[in-house]
């Protein structure tokens, strides 16, 4: 039972950090699609965020959310009446969000449409605040 607990713990990590990874990533790459005058750089970079979305993106908060899951699932008891769980998965739900609207995004600017680098910038700092809320409660579980 150990085994397993730590086992999908090791893989929800893995899977969290790479979804992670790829959040930051695909704000980035808006950015720079944003600011680019060039039609071959715009063209490249819808390349680069679709194969981002596709390979990366989906597939790591899948297994995130699988992989967590699982855990919740293991070790219901102590979870259930604990609040720390359930503001994490209003977070994770809003990071979930945040994946669906890079989508948006992703599909807005390859049908063309504009918009400011400050947008994206902006964007691109709410996975890192996801990032230190969820860790926090996840480590201290302060409720």
Do not use: C, D
């Not at 209003?90 to 948006?104: D, E, H, K, P, T």
Request: charged share 15%; hydrophobic share 60%.
């Amino acid at each position: 039972m150990i085994g397993l607990l730590l086992t999908l713990k090791a893989l929800h990590i893995i899977a969290f950090v790479a979804w992670f990874a790829g959040m930051f990533y695909i704000w980035r790459l808006f950015v720079y699609q944003a600011e680019s005058e060039s039609p071959e750089t715009i063209a490249t970079l819808q390349v680069m965020a679709r194969k981002l979305h596709r390979i990366i993106l989906t597939p790591a908060s899948i297994a995130t959310l699988v992989f967590g899951i699982g855990l919740f699932a293991m070790r219901w008891q102590a979870y259930a009446t604990s609040l720390w769980i359930w503001s994490k998965l209003a977070l994770i739900g809003g990071l979930f969000f945040l994946q669906y609207l890079a989508g948006r995004y992703r599909q807005r600017l390859e049908a063309g449409e504009r918009f400011t680098s400050r947008q994206f910038r902006v964007l691109n700092e709410v996975p890192t605040l996801l990032l230190i809320a969820i860790v926090l409660l996840a480590v201290f579980k302060p409720f």
